[in-house]
């Protein structure tokens, strides 16, 4: 029997999370699959109309959502976003390819580019609680600012 959550929020409406909470969650993630954390399928029924029913039983992605229920809590809106976007941004960099470029997995973990990470962390999901592939391209197509330099010398 899976474990079951109702979701107060439509996938679209998935509130975004700071980048560092979804860093956070991709290392509990690995460090649950290093150790071969084991998880319970999980049904989830998202609010809206029409409502949105997903089972999650990849054995991989159970052992994902353990971890960061371990780790953070799914009880609450937060850590529910933050496992959403997480499986969202694994599934995404799985099927685009132009995304390689953005990210490195190898053995000593994974390097994600912080634009990819922001844009995780905050891009609206679509109603299948996936990334939309095109609206992400577009997004990340526009570079951030880079940070501002502090010198101590005050402008003119």
């Known amino acids: 029997m899976p474990t079951a959550y109702a979701i107060p929020f439509s996938p679209q409406a998935t509130p975004p999370v700071a980048p560092r909470a979804l860093l956070s ?8 699959a290093a150790a071969a954390l084991h998880g319970p399928p999980r049904a989830f029924r998202f609010a809206g109309e029409p409502s949105l029913d997903l089972l999650l039983e990849d054995r991989d992605a159970c ?61 609206p999901l679509d109603g299948a ?17 880079p940070p501002i330099e502090t010198t101590g010398a005050t402008p003119p």
């Open 25 to 32: 969650a991709w290392d509990a993630a690995r460090d649950a």
């Open 63 to 123: 052992c994902w959502a353990e971890a960061l229920d371990r780790r953070i809590g799914l009880d609450h809106a937060q850590g529910m976003a933050t496992l959403l976007r997480l499986l969202a941004l694994l599934e995404v960099m799985g099927r685009a390819s132009w995304l390689r470029g953005l990210f490195d997995i190898g053995r000593e973990g994974t390097v994600l580019h912080p634009d990819l990470l922001r844009a995780a962390a905050s891009h």
């Open 129 to 145: 609680a996936r990334f939309d592939e095109e609206g992400l391209r577009n997004r990340l197509a526009r570079p951030s600012l």
